[in-house]
């Protein structure tokens, strides 16, 4: 075993960095530099989470125990999960340093520590409330999106403006928080067997939902806006976002679906919440719009496809239960949900 909890950190990490990137790519011609960009930025959020993950199992093994929740520590052994956390720490720096030079390496060190200290004892902080949110939300967002800005500017792949910084800033920042407090939510009867209290328990999960869904959803999907904006992307990508919009609101008028981002039993959906644009039509949509410069970009939807089936598949399957007049199972929305670390 050398990848733990591999479908965590591939399923819901790295689609956000591929859609930011191509993004960040639309309207230029695709070259090896960009290859080279892509291809490191994924594999070092890769190599981040992967020994975030490992570091994570380490360090919960009694509290995995005390659930009966799978832990990889408790089968590997501390002395293989160190080789792993180490290993993966190695790669992650050295595919930040072909992706973004020296300040992606730099970048890179610093975000290692933020596992460090999120599992590590006597700091620990994921069990310092909102400071264990702020850390997963540095780690697992902001930091890809702050390194694929780094390495197109290293490559000289587009200029990096003000205006497109801060917006990528605000957006990577309040999708990592939805993110991981979206997690505490669904977990919060599961913290609380073992004796983790957590920011859902102090503010409870009614205020905590209404923080997500009144303050940090809007800006997450104000500020991915004004990146698309910052980017200049063809018609096709706007009006595939007109018809995303028109889409999710017919899905949260039909009363038909629904989500399990907050709670195991699912509710009744809640526009933007289950992550489909960046997961399933975003990247897709985005190498189309941005073959109108190089057709090459079109061999990244069978890619994407091929990588990131489950995501496809899923929204594949929304449709389809919109367009009928069965409701949908909401155990079936669990596979769209954001999993932030344990």
Aim: hydrophobic share 55%.
């Amino acid at each position: 075993m050398i990848l733990v909890r591999p479908r965590a950190w591939w399923f819901n990490k790295v689609p956000l960095s591929v859609t930011l990137v191509v993004v960040l790519l639309d309207g230029r011609p695709f070259s090896a530099r960009a290859f080279v960009v892509l291809a490191m930025v994924v594999l070092s959020v890769c190599a981040v989470g992967n020994y975030g993950y490992a570091l994570n199992d380490l360090f919960d093994v009694d509290e995995d125990a005390r659930l009966g929740r799978a832990n990889a520590a408790a089968a590997a052994g501390s002395a293989r999960m160190w080789a792993i956390i180490g290993a993966s720490a190695l790669c992650a720096e050295i595919f930040a340093l072909t992706a973004a030079g020296a300040l992606g390496a730099i970048l890179t060190l610093i975000v290692l520590c933020l596992p460090l200290a999120y599992s590590v004892p006597p700091l620990r902080i994921k069990e310092r409330r909102w400071l264990g949110v702020l850390a997963d939300a540095l780690a697992a967002h902001v930091y890809p999106a702050m390194l694929a800005l780094l390495a197109v500017t290293q490559w000289e792949l587009r200029p990096v403006t003000p205006e497109l910084a801060v917006c990528v800033g605000v957006w990577s920042t309040a999708a990592g928080l939805r993110g991981i407090l979206s997690h505490q939510l669904h977990t919060a009867d599961q913290d609380r067997r073992v004796g983790l209290r957590t920011v859902v328990h102090d503010l409870g999960h009614e205020r905590l939902e209404t923080l997500i869904l009144a303050a940090l959803l809007p800006l997450e999907v104000a500020a991915f806006g004004g990146v698309l904006l910052s980017c200049n992307g063809g018609v096709i990508l706007w009006l595939f976002v007109s018809a995303y919009l028109a889409y999710e609101i017919a899905k949260t008028l039909s009363g038909r679906l629904a989500v399990t981002a907050f709670r195991p039993q699912g509710q009744r959906y809640l526009p933007f919440l289950e992550e489909s644009f960046y997961k399933a039509w975003g990247p897709v949509v985005l190498a189309l719009d941005a073959a109108r410069a190089d057709l090459v970009y079109l061999l990244l939807i069978p890619a994407y496809a091929l990588l990131f089936w489950p995501h496809l598949r899923a929204e594949r399957s929304r449709f389809r239960l919109l367009m009928s007049s069965a409701p949908i199972n909401p155990a079936r929305e669990s596979s769209g949900r954001s999993n932030g670390e344990s």
